[in-house]
């Protein structure tokens, strides 16, 4: 079974901090992705990354930046905490290949910002 | 108007019905249809996932696609307590990127 793992279930952060969010995979997938879970709005990509060192914008990317130095991890940055990115925090990582792959979760970090 | 709308409900149904949820879309181009089940405070579990128009049937589950309407559903038989969950649509085309559904809440009643 594919094994996603992010660092941290809960967190509590000051505005203005800056805060990283961490996650792991072991299925060697060459795909990763940060998405934001909020009520009624679903979940939305922030960004995603198709190999070590690239990454694309997804749909809400300001205030955020990643990080992916190695396959297995692909960090998540909030350059400086706003009360707004208060949310549940969603890793995925999905295999490559000419068709899309269904992605595969972490359980999620619970982001509140003070 | 949402790329993919998705009844949030929350649907409250007895032990042993038949649960029904359904996902409209408007982008021809998904051509990858998947359901993903999420309990509360954990991450969205795969479920099925489907390619093209049909059906596709997994133990209690089955998922249908119908590309002509732009509609999708899936249906949980003889449903139990521990289908209780958040249930999330999600559809892609060739690229590896997803838009997902806003998530059914569904409760099944001992």
């Known amino acids: 079974d594919v094994k996603v793992t992010q660092s941290s279930r809960y967190l509590v952060k000051r505005t203005g901090e800056k805060v990283f969010l961490e996650c792991v995979q072991d299925?060697?997938?060459?795909?990763m992705f940060w998405y934001r879970q909020d009520p009624g709005l679903g979940l939305r990509l922030i960004y995603f990354?198709?190999?070590?060192?690239?990454?694309e914008k997804g749909d809400i990317p300001e205030g955020y930046s990643v990080s992916r130095e190695k396959k297995e991890r692909f960090s998540l940055i909030l350059e400086s905490a706003s009360t707004n990115q208060t949310s549940m925090y969603l890793c995925?990582?999905?295999?490559?290949?000419?068709?899309?792959?269904?992605?595969?979760f972490g359980d999620g970090t619970r982001l509140s910002i003070l | 108007q949402k790329e993919v709308e998705q009844d949030p409900g929350p649907l409250s149904v007895p032990e042993g019905a038949i649960v029904s949820l359904n996902c409209t879309y408007s982008n021809s181009a998904f051509q990858y249809f998947m359901w993903y089940r999420q309990y509360s405070r954990k991450g969205p579990e795969l479920l099925m996932y489907t390619y093209s128009s049909g059906n596709k049937e997994d133990g209690r589950f089955t998922a249908q696609v119908d590309k002509s309407s732009k509609y999708i559903s899936l249906f949980i038989r003889d449903s139990q307590p521990s289908d209780s969950a958040t249930y999330l649509c999600?559809?892609?085309?060739?690229?590896?990127?997803?838009?997902f559904g806003a998530g059914t809440t569904v409760t099944v009643r001992a």
């Open positions: 299925m060697d997938h060459e795909n």
């Open positions: 990354s198709y190999d070590v060192k690239m990454k």
């Open positions: 995925a990582s999905s295999l490559a290949g000419g068709r899309n792959q269904p992605q595969h």
């Open positions: 999600a559809m892609g085309g060739n690229d590896y990127k997803l838009s």
